[in-house]
């Protein structure tokens, strides 16, 4: 949150201004070269930087779930994690999931069984469905509500995306 | 997020030199050091990156145990075939914690580091011995609900969130750390410490050393155990009270009894002259309640987490009757 350099009780030297460097990021399929500072999150990279806003910043301290991306296929929280430690890795966030004009069958779903209302979980829980499926762990009811239990919906759109979450594992559809 | 400088360490000697700077910090998962530096409480000038270090395999030992590399994240343990077969208690262990999100970033020795919960801990208006030695202790007078009832101190009433280390104390595994001086190895009940008149350490771990690896040994208790967590919603919230019971049996007498529990101490809670109560003992409620008193022995509480004495006691009988029966069902 402070931006400003340490205060004089400090004997450790902060660095005064941002200290940037060039980071490769793997985006959806494309890699992007940007400039950034350590302290820059996945999730600061993607919306301030690539202007991906897709992926929504809800409590930016891994309690919500709304910044769930894909990180070689396993969901992650983008808020607790820093850009410069995934390079080389592929990142998909909710704008790479759609084929050619067509929706990913997790998010015709989500249309489907009416599993949102304000939307703001949406991409997270969308992701976070996604990853389950990949994950493989996921085989009853009780493991779809407690592996699924990190995406936070304050409008309590729950009972509707375990329809999602149980209509994917039968029909498998991971990334 | 204060700024700060960074590095990226390839091997456990650079790492080890480039941590020794002042202010200087380890990064692995990242999920609790960023969490305290976003809020202030953790101010790191410098992060060195341990991820690229090849510390992420899980390998069978001589002593027919496994070592966990540092590294390995808490999902891949918890879901490594030879760690749910043998040691099924630190799998359930691991997956009662967090969500599968933060699984999947968390670090197993970042989970054994991670910091306490203590809501005054988490801010920085309000004084803290263990964030800043010396202002106080907000939380003995304080709203103190999730704190702890056994081995505080006058200076800390903190508990130690983990869940996975509730487990490894129960388990006795050892940790392996590489510092300056060379490489040592800590025995589990050794690694936390209480709070005493120096709260800010959590641990044994020297600034300079590093956590290379976790060693379980060969007694994995994977035929009577159990990882009970109570807590205020089923799933995604830290312990109010938890419990990894392990247990040797033949037939209905107890050979070996290993009781641990969370959320109610500084470190993962054992005491092994309880333990050796139920030693050679029938596998009874009424032998289980004389352990669990044993067990609750001098515990205090502050007001608010008065309730956990008893919620502890009721815990362990129950752990233990669940790990007794499951062989009857195996
Ligand atoms: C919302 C939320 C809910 C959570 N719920 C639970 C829960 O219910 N149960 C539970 O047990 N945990 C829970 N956690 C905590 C989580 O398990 C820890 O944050 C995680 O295990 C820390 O691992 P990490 O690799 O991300 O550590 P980091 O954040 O990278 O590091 C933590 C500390 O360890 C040090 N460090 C890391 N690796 C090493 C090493 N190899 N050697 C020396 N030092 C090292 C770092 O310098 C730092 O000080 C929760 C976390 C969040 C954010
Ligand atoms: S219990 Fe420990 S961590 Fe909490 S306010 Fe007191 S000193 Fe700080
Ligand atoms: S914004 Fe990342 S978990 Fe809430
Ligand atoms: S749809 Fe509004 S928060 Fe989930």
Redesign the pocket.
Same mark, same amino acid.
């Given at each position: 949150m402070h931006t400003e350099n340490s205060p004089g009780t400090e004997t450790a030297v902060r660095p005064l201004l941002p200290e940037t460097r060039t980071v490769t990021l793997r985006v959806n399929g494309t890699s992007h070269q940007l400039q950034l500072a350590p302290w820059t999150s996945v999730l600061d990279a993607l919306r301030e930087h690539l202007h991906l806003t897709g992926t929504k910043k809800g409590c930016d301290?891994?309690?919500c779930g709304a910044c769930t991306v894909l990180l070689d296929g396993k969901r992650i929280?983008s808020c607790?994690t820093l850009a410069v430690m995934q390079e080389n890795k592929e990142i998909t966030t909710v704008e790479g999931l759609a084929q050619n004009g067509e929706l990913h069958p997790v998010q015709q779903a989500f249309i489907d069984h009416d599993a949102f209302q304000c939307g703001y979980c949406t991409p997270g829980q969308i992701c976070s469905v996604i990853g389950m499926v990949n994950e493989g762990k996921a085989k009853t009811l009780d493991d779809i509500k407690d592996l699924m239990s990190g995406n936070i919906c304050r409008c309590g759109a729950y009972v509707n995306i375990v329809k999602v979450a149980q209509e994917a594992l039968e029909k498998n559809t991971g990334l | 997020m204060r700024p700060f400088t960074f590095t990226q360490a390839q091997n456990v000697d650079t790492a080890v030199r480039e941590v020794s700077s002042d202010g200087a910090? *380890? !990064?692995?998962?990242?999920?609790?050091?960023? #969490?305290l530096m976003k809020i202030d409480v953790?101010q790191?000038s410098h992060l060195v990156d !341990?991820t690229q270090i090849a510390?992420d395999t899980i390998e069978e030992t001589e002593a027919g145990g496994l070592r966990l590399g540092?590294?390995v994240k808490?999902a891949d343990t918890a879901y490594h075939e030879l760690v749910e077969t043998r040691y099924p208690l630190l799998s359930h262990a !691991?997956l009662?914690?967090?969500?599968a999100q933060?699984?999947n970033?968390?670090? #197993?020795?970042?989970?054994?580091?991670?910091?306490t919960r203590c809501y005054y801990f988490y801010d920085t208006h309000t004084p803290c011995n263990k964030r800043e030695p010396g202002s106080g202790c907000s939380a003995i007078k304080g709203y103190n609900r999730d704190l702890a009832i056994l081995g505080t101190s006058e200076h800390c009433i903190a508990t130690h969130?983990? #869940?996975?280390?509730v487990a490894l104390a129960a388990l006795e595994a050892t940790v392996h750390?590489t510092g300056k001086s060379g490489e040592r190895a800590i025995p589990f009940a050794d690694f936390h410490r209480l709070p005493g008149d120096t709260p800010h350490l959590d641990s044994n771990?020297q600034p300079d050393? !590093?956590?290379?690896s976790i060693e379980l040994p060969a007694q994995g208790f994977a035929r009577n155990y159990t990882y009970l967590k109570l807590?205020d919603r089923a799933s995604?919230? *830290?312990?109010l009270v938890s419990v990894a019971a392990a247990l040797e049996l033949e037939g209905n007498t107890v050979k070996e009894a290993r009781i641990a529990l969370g959320g109610v101490a500084h470190k993962p809670w054992r005491v092994p002259e309880a333990e050796a109560l139920l030693q050679g003992q029938t596998a009874s409620r009424e032998n289980f309640q004389k352990v669990a008193e044993a067990y609750l022995q001098g515990a205090q509480g502050f007001g608010h987490n008065n309730f956990k004495i008893e919620l502890a006691k009721r815990a362990i009988v129950r752990a233990l009757e669940k790990a007794t029966k499951m062989e009857a069902t195996a």
């Open positions: 301290h891994g309690q929280n607790l | 910090k *380890f !990064i692995a998962g990242g999920t609790n050091l960023l #969490d953790m790191p !341990i510390l540092a590294l808490n !691991i009662a914690g967090a969500t933060l699984r970033m968390a670090t #197993d020795g970042g989970n054994l580091l991670q910091r969130p983990s #869940d996975m280390c750390v771990l050393e !590093i956590i290379t807590r995604y919230a *830290f312990a």
